[in-house]
């Protein structure tokens, strides 16, 4: 047994990552896999940011000092606020998460967290000595702010929430979120993950920027990871009240965020906008063919405002997705968050697609037999 740990690591859950296709070709005899279980953007990584990281590599026995400052520069000139101030980075949004859990909670302070969602919440709560209190999802598979403002007492310190949600791809509406932001008490921040707001149109997500340069107790938490390609980059970042960044900063290490990842998230903003968008098209287009073709199957998709399909289908999912393995597709079972017939299948390239397409019809054909 292992001496010292810290009392409250003993109430947290191990992240549980999907598999790899290393592991698939390897377990399975496969000489191909096609990865669509962890909501990478299979389009990247674009050519500019690969170009520039490339470059950086030479320079990597060096801390980042120019693109960590002029990466931040240019979030605040694209997100409308002063100055970079606004604006503080991160190891990917979940160091960046991490890090206002540490910022923010104390012994005894409340979250709240939607039940079924990004599993990191709970466990970066947990290890900072605050209880969680869970908020299942709605009958329409979405987070019903009304059921948090129940919730909220003098003691809740964060309420984390995912928008779009992660796995179930659905969003808050924007006048509940408003008379949300007016419900909660002196102390509370409302952390907002939007890792993939990038794949839903504007006019159905709230305006978070907004709250947050009104005064308002509201943190944007975004990443480079899906839109932008870049997941193996690590880049994350925030958008916040300048007097937060300043204590976000104080509390997170100095130079956090790679020198790659910080040339190519760089490169994308200034070059490869175009290209990012194209590619954004194209999995919007696929995520909603790939829904109406679920539905000729027999599934009930999920509207998804993400990169990724989220559906009910007439089997235990994880079944399906043991049979889809041995046919080289990965996708994320559902059954972990309570829903085990449901899944959810990243938007690959369209080829990918097509591939997991006809594996899935295959196998629901298998299953049919049995």
């Not at 996708?331 to 390239?349: A, D, E, K, L, Q």
């Amino acid at each position: 047994m292992v001496n010292g740990i810290r009392k409250a690591a003993f109430a947290c859950e191990k992240y549980v990552s999907g598999k790899s296709m290393d592991d698939v070709m390897r377990d399975y005899g496969l000489s191909s896999v096609v990865k669509l279980g962890s909501n990478e953007n299979m389009y990247g990584p674009y050519p500019h940011a690969l170009e520039a990281m490339r470059d950086e590599v030479s320079l990597i026995n060096i801390y980042p000092e120019r693109n960590y400052i002029k990466l931040k520069e240019l979030l605040a000139d694209k997100f409308g606020v002063a100055d970079s101030t606004w604006v503080s980075l991160g190891h990917g949004a979940g160091n960046v998460l991490d890090s206002i859990a540490k910022t923010l909670l104390e012994e005894g302070d409340e979250v709240l967290v939607p039940e079924q969602s990004y599993r990191l919440y709970p466990e970066i709560s947990k290890i900072m000595g605050a209880k969680v209190i869970e908020v299942p999802l709605n009958d329409q598979y979405s987070i019903d702010l009304h059921d948090y403002a129940k919730l909220l007492t003098d003691r809740t310190k964060i309420v984390w929430l995912c928008n779009p949600n992660n796995p179930t791809g659905t969003v808050v509406p924007i006048d509940d979120f408003a008379w949300f932001v007016d419900q909660m008490p002196a102390d509370c921040w409302l952390v907002v993950d939007e890792a993939y707001a990038e794949f839903a149109d504007a006019d159905v997500l709230p305006d978070v920027i907004a709250a947050v340069k009104s005064g308002k107790q509201v943190i944007d938490v975004r990443t480079f990871s899906k839109y932008y390609g870049l997941a193996g980059g690590r880049i994350g970042y925030l958008i916040a009240d300048p007097e937060f960044v300043n204590w976000y900063d104080t509390v997170s290490e100095p130079f956090n965020s790679n020198r790659t990842g910080l040339a190519g998230a760089v490169a994308l903003l200034e070059q490869d906008a175009d290209e990012c968008r194209r590619c954004r098209d194209l999995m919007v287009a696929d995520r909603e063919r790939m829904n109406a073709e679920l539905a000729a199957m027999g599934c009930t998709p999920v509207k998804s405002h993400a990169n990724f399909v989220f559906f009910e289908m007439p089997y235990d999912a994880s079944q399906v997705a043991e049979l889809l393995l041995r046919r080289g597709v990965i996708v994320r079972p559902c059954g972990g968050w309570g829903y085990p017939n449901h899944m959810r299948v990243s938007i690959g390239t369209t080829e990918q697609n097509d591939a997991f397409l006809s594996a899935i019809r295959d196998v629901f054909a298998e299953m049919a037999k049995r």
